[in-house]
């Protein structure tokens, strides 16, 4: 006789939440390099390097928006593409911004942008591209 551990572990419901927690680490794994890239673009002055941060940051979104849950080929919803790649690292917290700014050791100048209007773009492309992404929209939005 199977012990309902067992059950549970042969059902189609435990299978979608192991998919489920795969899809969200393989998101929450690009967040890094995604908003390293989008803090570079905004916090410095790095024209001949923002073409390739940007197709950078687009190689990555575009493969988060390939990603999906199986077997049915579903998407997150919006709410939590956003929690994972802005609410998670960010926290509500500009310090954050500013932490990662400093961890950064750039050699071009600072921008005119603050922190605080860093934090409101980035927070307002993540909103954008979680909403597309969950929508299940080929074309995302790579623009600040």
Known sequence: MKTFAEYLLETKLFEMALNKKKLED???????QINQHLIKILAFDDKPNEKKHFK??????NQI???????????LSSNKYFELLFNDPFEDHIEA?????????????????????????????????????SDNQTKLHIKL
């Open 26 to 32: 393989k998101i929450s794994n690009l967040e890094y």
């Open 65 to 75: 928006n390939s990603y999906y849950l199986k077997p049915n080929k579903t998407k």
């Open 97 to 133: 911004i500013d932490m990662r700014i400093e961890s950064l050791n750039y050699n071009t100048s600072r921008s005119n942008l603050s922190s605080k209007e860093i934090y409101n773009k980035i927070k307002q492309f993540h909103l954008l591209n979680s909403k597309l992404i």
């Open 56 to 61: 950078d940051i687009s190689g990555w979104m």
